[in-house]
């Protein structure tokens, strides 16, 4: 349980999983780049709509990463 955690594990774990999540939709941007011709084909769509697209995850790891840094401040205030 989170509960029982030290402070020091707390913000440990908060960290990676913001790295993960940094991490992964980097991951994904990449593959949407290096895959874009395929996938253009693929579905049948313009390959400049697939490169578009590939900034959505690098959004969703910015303002994920910003929400999860903030909470986790705000969670490790309380802690002590």
Known sequence: ??????PVKRVI????IVTFVYLFSWFLTISIYTFSTNISQY????????????????SIAFSQ?????????????HAF
């Open 43 to 58: 579905f049948d769509v313009p390959l400049s709509t697939v490169l578009m697209f590939g900034w959505v995850p690098v």
């Open 1 to 6: 349980s989170l509960k029982v955690m030290t």
């Open 13 to 16: 774990v908060s960290s990676l």
């Open 65 to 77: 990463t910003h929400y999860v840094y903030f909470f986790v401040k705000a969670w490790n205030r």
